[in-house]
């Protein structure tokens, strides 16, 4: 018996996050759809719609043959508002060292190194060996996701070394010391700054080199002296 086509919508509510797209279905017994939004109505021969809202809207679907059309019947696309997150500046540390990050925002956080999962922590401690990202995620209840990254600069220790002749030394005379590889330099116990000095030894002492590079990153050498 031929008849008015008949149209139902799978849902009544769907939602839709901010920036993506949404898929919609009904159920009709015709080839015809008429989709209906912003006040444009489009013709398609599918019970689907793809679209990408830009605020919540009401989107009425009706089928129709050349018998009539269906009652209209609608769907609600409620656009979720993506969280919020707030991450850590971008930072830099020495080798060996760890950087400390915070993410916070949404319902929960999950970073990421190279898209592998490392922590579910809002605050995380990591000590990369060469420069990296970290992705930190968060979603709210609806399963809208936000994220947001952190770049972690590792730079090199100084090759920091002393460099002297000999290190057997008559009492009372001086050795010179000569120091390299890094930008300034600190020698413990005679407190000087030099990279050059001229140390006198009295009796058997140990020579600490701290050197520190143009990052501020630290190194230490010694040498002992008879």
């Known amino acids: 018996l031929d008849s008015v086509p008949s149209v139902a919508t799978m849902q009544d509510t769907v939602f839709s996050c901010n920036g993506d797209s949404v898929t919609l279905k009904v159920s009709a017994n015709t080839d015809r759809i008429y989709w209906s939004r912003d006040g444009r ?12 809202p830009s605020q919540s809207q009401k989107v009425y679907i009706k089928s129709c043959n050349k018998y009539g059309c269906s009652p209209e019947d609608s769907i609600y696309v409620l656009l ?16 060996g060292d760890s950087a400390y990050l915070e993410a916070s925002g ?6 990421y190194e190279k898209n592998i999962p490392v922590s579910a922590e809002n605050n995380i401690a990591v000590k990369p060996g060469e420069t990296a990202e970290y992705k930190a995620e968060t979603w709210n209840k ?10 972690v600069t590792v730079n090199p220790l100084p090759e920091t070394r002393i460099i002297y002749d000999t290190n057997y030394v008559c009492q009372g005379k001086a050795v010179n010391l000569n120091a390299t590889g890094a930008k300034s330099y600190h020698w413990l116990p005679v407190d000087l700054h030099t990279p050059s000095p001229a140390v006198t030894v009295d009796d058997t002492m140990k020579i600490n080199l701290i050197g520190i590079s143009d990052s501020g990153c630290v190194a230490q050498d010694s040498v002992t002296l008879y």
């Open 106 to 111: 949404g319902n929960f956080i999950q970073w």
């Open 41 to 52: 109505e489009m013709i398609s021969d599918s019970g689907t719609l793809k679209m990408a």
């Open 80 to 95: 979720e508002v993506l969280p919020e997150i707030h991450i850590s500046k971008d930072t830099s540390v020495c080798f």
């Open 142 to 151: 609806s399963g809208c996701v936000s994220d947001d990254s952190v770049k």
